[in-house]
Every structure is written in structure tokens, then in C-alpha cells.
């Protein structure tokens, strides 16, 4: 009886091959993807908590100098913060493109072969 079930699963092995592969990758891409806006998010939301607590520390005239001096920074912070957001999200597209890519090139090898 295995036997027989063997052979029937055998043709629907090439067709399923394929698609655990791609399935696989395109996992894997959207995990990459999640991990890098969790990144960038709690980044963005240590920042924002701590300018909340910065500007909860203005009393006088002196300190409220103080903060806005300090948003000079954090506008710097920020902008580097979001050229290299931009980077990784560039390199993550690429790498998701080029994996895509090789995937595809193997699987229309393997047809055209009949490996």
C-alpha cells in the first residue's frame, strides 16, 4: 500500500516543490521586513518617549532655551535615522529581488534540464 501511495505522490512532488520554496523565501523576506520596521519603530517611539520626558522637565525660561537648543539634535538624530532606514530598506529589497531572481533562474533550469 505504501507502495502505491508513493507513486501517486511522486508526480505531485515536482509540483509542490516549487511552491514550498517560494513560500519559504517569501517568509523569510517578510520576517526581514517586520524585523526591520520593529527596529526603526522602537527607535522612533525611544525618541519620542524621551523628548516627552525632556520637555516635561521645562520650568523656567533657561530650560525651555535648553530644550529648544537640544531639538537641533534630535532633527539631526532624525535625519540620519531616516537616510539609513532608507538604506536597509534599499538593501532589503535587493537582496529580496536577487534571492527571487536565483530562485526563478534555478526553477527554469531544473524545467528546461528535467532535472
Not at 501517486?8 to 513560500?23: K, T, Y
Request: aromatic share 10%; with cysteine; hydrophobic share 50%.
Amino acid at each position: 500500500m505504501n507502495n502505491h501511495l508513493a507513486s501517486v505522490e511522486a508526480p505531485f512532488a515536482a509540483l509542490v516543490e516549487p511552491l514550498i520554496q517560494a513560500h519559504q523565501f517569501w517568509l523569510a523576506q517578510w520576517e526581514k521586513g517586520v524585523a526591520l520596521g520593529m527596529n526603526s519603530l522602537k527607535a522612533y517611539v525611544d525618541l519620542g518617549a524621551a523628548q516627552v520626558t525632556v520637555a516635561l522637565k521645562v520650568r523656567d525660561s533657561y530650560s525651555l532655551h535648553e530644550f529648544a537648543d537640544s531639538q537641533f539634535a534630535v532633527l539631526s538624530f532624525v535625519g540620519h535615522r531616516l537616510v539609513e532606514d532608507i538604506r536597509a530598506l534599499g538593501e532589503w529589497e535587493i537582496d529580496g529581488c536577487q534571492q527571487a531572481q536565483g530562485l526563478l533562474q534555478r526553477r527554469l533550469l531544473r524545467c528546461v534540464f528535467n532535472d
